[in-house]
């Protein structure tokens, strides 16, 4: 697989459903590490019935050392069930330090429901439409004229992602350190061709993600990352989740692992600079704050009803499992409604089942995809949907 392709589906967090295994070494068995009981912001801290908890150990155990994953941490909250949080292996492949439910961890592209929130919060305000275009505000867009902030936010805008550019994967994997702004980032997307008509079909493109981040720092006239900070993070309680300004990673934090490299080596990419994702996916959280976020952002907490609604507009996607869809920086598959997120070194599922009124987060610390290009995540998050919720499996997978 070419880098640019490779790093275009590091960020790309839709992902999928694959049984099979890395050639990568796994870390030796260890005992999960647990939650101190009571940790859950809604109190669900009642241990799941020993025997679930048993086969959810052995299946996040067994599939851990089939993908290749250094470490990862599972949390699940079953209301009238109970809670369970384990991390299993290591936090540190060098130092062996464990796993732990405590850590910091990147997530990828979860920040874009972050991002799309900020934006949906100015939809309310009246300080933007949905089906406007992008144009209205920002210059220098390809056919900004005809593409909506509707269209960005469920990825069928038909902008090129910047992340399929050569140069910018060269730029970014020959100087893993470096700072890029929005700008910059715009600048390799907009020298292709947009790839279709807006609306016409779905293609996942940090651009839009972007764009709509420059749209939020217009409109809310204040740098994007202090938006978030008051008007979502804030209000939302997640005191744990942060949106950094450059390669910052607030102790403690797990390592993350990559092979996003331009020899295919694997290198530590914990302190890689997460500016080139920005809006689309520089944003740092932990268990805590993520299970608390996955039901404000898939119920609309911080939303009036009427934009929810708009926002909760799941549209197919092809290759999709049946009934599976993506709105407005949210996706939906089986009943579960929320995101995941990958960059270098890291992996995140955060979704919320509101039919039983359920939260899954799950946290890798490796990026690294199996040998079909299915991401870990998506394989981790399936047993344990496939132990603790049968009838509601995690299935993701890419249009062919």
Avoid at 145 to 154: G, K, L
Wanted: net charge negative; proline share 9%; with cysteine.
């Amino acid at each position: 697989m070419r880098p640019a392709r490779r790093l275009a589906a590091a960020l790309l967090a839709l992902a999928t459903l694959t049984p099979l295994a890395l050639a990568a070494p796994t870390a030796q068995a260890a005992p999960p590490t647990a939650a101190v009981a009571g940790s859950g912001p809604h109190g669900q801290d009642t241990p799941l019935d020993p025997a679930l908890v048993a086969r959810l150990d052995e299946v996040i155990e067994r599939t851990r050392q089939e993908t290749g994953v250094p470490g990862v941490t599972v949390g699940l909250w079953l209301p009238g069930r109970g809670t369970y949080v384990h991390s299993f292996g290591e936090a540190d492949t060098k130092t062996h330090r464990p796993m732990t439910p405590d850590l910091n961890m990147r997530i990828g592209s979860e920040t874009k429901t972050f991002t799309i929130t900020a934006v949906l919060e100015l939809v309310d305000e009246g300080l933007v439409g949905l089906d406007e275009p992008i144009g209205k505000y920002l210059d220098g867009v390809p056919d900004g004229d005809c593409i909506t902030i509707r269209q960005m936010a469920e990825m069928r805008s038909g902008l090129f992602s910047y992340t399929f550019d050569d140069d910018f994967v060269h730029d970014l994997l020959s100087d893993p350190d470096r700072p890029f702004t929005p700008q910059q980032l715009l600048g390799y997307a907009f020298k292709h061709d947009n790839v279709f008509a807006p609306g016409a079909e779905f293609q996942y493109s940090n651009t839009n993600t972007v764009l709509l981040g420059l749209l939020v720092e217009k409109l809310g006239g204040m740098p994007l990352a202090d938006f978030i900070h008051h008007r979502v993070t804030g209000p939302a309680h997640l005191d744990r989740t942060l949106f950094p300004t450059g390669a910052e990673f607030p102790q403690p934090y797990a390592h993350g692992y990559t092979r996003q490299t331009l020899d295919d080596s694997v290198a530590d990419a914990t302190h890689w600079n997460p500016s080139w994702g920005w809006a689309a996916g520089a944003m740092i959280s932990d268990l805590h704050d993520l299970h608390h976020w996955a039901k404000v952002v898939a119920t609309g907490e911080l939303l009036s009803p009427e934009t929810q609604r708009e926002r909760e507009k799941f549209l197919p996607v092809p290759g999709f499992p049946p009934g599976a869809g993506y709105g407005l920086g949210l996706f939906r598959t089986n009943g579960w409604i929320g995101h995941n997120g990958s960059l270098p070194g890291y992996e995140s599922v955060t979704m919320y089942l509101p039919e039983q009124d359920a939260t899954m987060v799950v946290l890798l610390n490796t990026d690294i995809l199996l040998p079909d290009g299915g991401e870990p995540s998506t394989v981790l998050a399936g047993a344990v949907t496939s132990v603790a919720t049968p009838d509601h499996l995690y299935e993701l997978r890419l249009p062919s």
